[in-house]
């Protein structure tokens, strides 16, 4: 019998009714959602190409984040978090929690809770990534973690679609140049950025290359196998260190994965599926086919800094070429991360504030004295700032800057717990979606030290996270008590239905 609350209508306790089948495909559309939307929502401001726009993206995140909070709600009402889940889901209470203490004690408190105009992640966008992680572990079904793997490659494929399309023609995208001269064409999807691009792909190619092994399924095979073809033509694009890192990691996560499976060894052919690709895209740029530039390289500093912080969304100052060399890609990591331990040491407890990583930062504004700049935009004082930046790529000093210590000692709790409990899941065998989506965490937290969070981003991982912890039951096989069973109701069910056909035929022929 239904369960009600209050004589309510069994329609009106869905929630209490919902079985974990249910849950889990709900679950999983939820995920995709969170994937996908922020994204989609892209489209518009690189359609328009207003870069006020892109706080709409934001907007996309908020959608998927809202239903997945509600998805989170409802698996504590079922009680589905218990046992080892209980470790992770508290850890990454904890994160939030002190994000809000880092919130109370911020620079701007607004940006505080919504984040900066154009990368959106305040308390609530952690609030967000939280209910992602949630909602992932309690899933129950294998049907619903197959969903999330394949959406996650279709993410991918996705952003490198858009990709191609920016690489041919530089359109939609803000990345076709690196300076007044220099044209290279950059890919940045539909992630905002070329590097947050590369930390996307190198997920979605984790996941296909290690699908590829472990699927049984030969469309689905082509399709991880194709997609990731596409997807690491595209990474190259990137002109990245993070692009270069996302191929190899890929590269061993697929050999790793066909040994430990113990596949056939023709698989280990797939390492074509990314070299060559990859080289291609090499030959193209190197030759003069794409952009105007004397060969490949990597062009991380003016893409973070210029074309992205400073020129896109003015989150950042001109590069100060007297204190770093913007071509030489070392340099720039060094110097950012350097001047990031140097935040930390001054707000070591709650950070400057989530998403304000640029405020301590700034040291002179010029409207200050002006009696008719009253309301002087942010981005304008950030502008004439040179030597600013509002991103650190290294996500683990990125979170401590910003939330304090104590964030990054909960998220590194998060992170070991959830390796933790994804190594026991490995070890019972039970889907081979758990090699996938574990692999997929391992190569996150390991780009998390040359990348930071960003909403492309961040869904994916902490989505494949949550789902790597997920409890999926084995099919138990059927005892032949159970199976006798089985058969005595089919029997007794097929007898009834026999006799009432006989009553209804005698019926008939009476009134005939």
């Not at 079904?141 to 991918?156: D, F, K, P, S, W």
């Not at 700032?385 to 790529?393: A, E």
Request: positive net charge; aromatic residues 10%.
């Amino acid at each position: 019998m239904a369960k009600e609350i209050f004589h309510t209508t069994e329609k009106s306790n869905f929630i209490l009714n919902m079985t974990e089948e249910k849950y889990s495909q709900l679950a999983s559309y939820g995920l995709l959602g969170a994937m996908f939307l922020a994204p989609l929502f892209t489209l518009i401001p690189e359609i328009a190409d207003n870069s006020g726009l892109y706080a709409m993206a934001a907007g996309g995140l908020a959608v998927a984040g809202v239903a997945c909070m509600v998805l989170a709600l409802i698996s504590a009402m079922k009680n589905y978090i218990k046992g080892k889940l209980i470790v992770p889901c508290c850890a990454f209470a904890a994160l939030f929690i002190w994000a809000i203490v880092s919130v109370v004690d911020s620079y701007d408190i607004t940006i505080s809770i919504y984040g900066f105009t154009g990368r959106g992640e305040g308390i609530l966008a952690i609030l967000f990534y939280f209910s992602f992680f949630v909602t992932a572990l309690s899933i129950k079904r294998e049907q619903a973690m197959n969903t999330i793997i394949t959406g996650l490659v279709g993410v991918g494929l996705l952003h490198s679609l858009i990709g191609i399309i920016q690489i041919i023609t530089g359109e939609p995208g803000e990345y076709k140049r690196i300076s007044s001269t220099d044209e290279i064409y950059a890919a940045s999807g539909l992630a905002q950025s070329p590097l947050f691009l590369a930390m996307v792909l190198t997920a979605a190619m984790i996941a296909a290359m290690v699908g590829f092994v472990r699927s049984s399924s030969k469309k689905q095979r082509t399709f991880f196998i194709v997609s990731t073809c596409v997807m690491s033509f595209v990474m190259m694009f990137t002109y990245s260190f993070i692009g270069i890192c996302g191929l190899v990691l890929a590269v061993l996560m697929g050999v790793i994965s066909v040994f430990s499976s113990k596949a056939p060894k023709k698989r280990l052919a797939l390492v074509f599926a990314v070299i060559l690709p990859a080289c291609a895209a090499f030959l193209i740029v190197q030759a003069g086919i794409i952009g105007n530039v004397d060969g490949y390289s990597l062009h991380d500093g003016k893409l973070l800094w210029w074309a992205d912080g400073y020129f896109r969304i003015s989150a950042s100052g001109m590069p100060d070429s007297d204190k770093v060399d913007i071509d030489d890609t070392f340099d720039v990591y060094y110097k950012l991360n350097d001047r990031t331990k140097n935040i930390i040491s001054t707000h070591a407890l709650t950070g400057t504030g989530p998403d304000q990583l640029v405020l301590p930062q700034l040291y002179t504004n010029p409207f200050a004295d002006d009696p008719e700049k009253t309301d002087v935009d942010l981005r304008d004082i950030i502008e004439v700032n040179n030597g600013t930046f509002d991103k650190v790529y290294n996500e683990y000093l990125y979170t401590a800057a910003t939330r304090g210590i104590p964030s990054l000692v909960a998220l590194i709790a998060v992170l070991i717990s959830a390796v933790a409990v994804g190594i026991t899941n490995l070890k019972r065998k039970v889907s081979w979606t758990f090699p996938v989506l574990f692999a997929v965490t391992v190569g996150g937290i390991l780009i998390f030290f040359i990348g930071c969070s960003n909403i492309a981003y961040s869904p994916i991982f902490w989505t494949a996270a949550g789902a790597s912890c997920a409890e999926i039951m084995k099919n138990k096989p059927q005892t032949e008590a159970a199976a006798k069973k089985t058969a005595d109701t089919s029997t007794e069910k097929a007898t009834e239905k026999t006799e009432k056909s006989g009553s209804k035929n005698k019926k008939k022929s009476k009134k005939k």
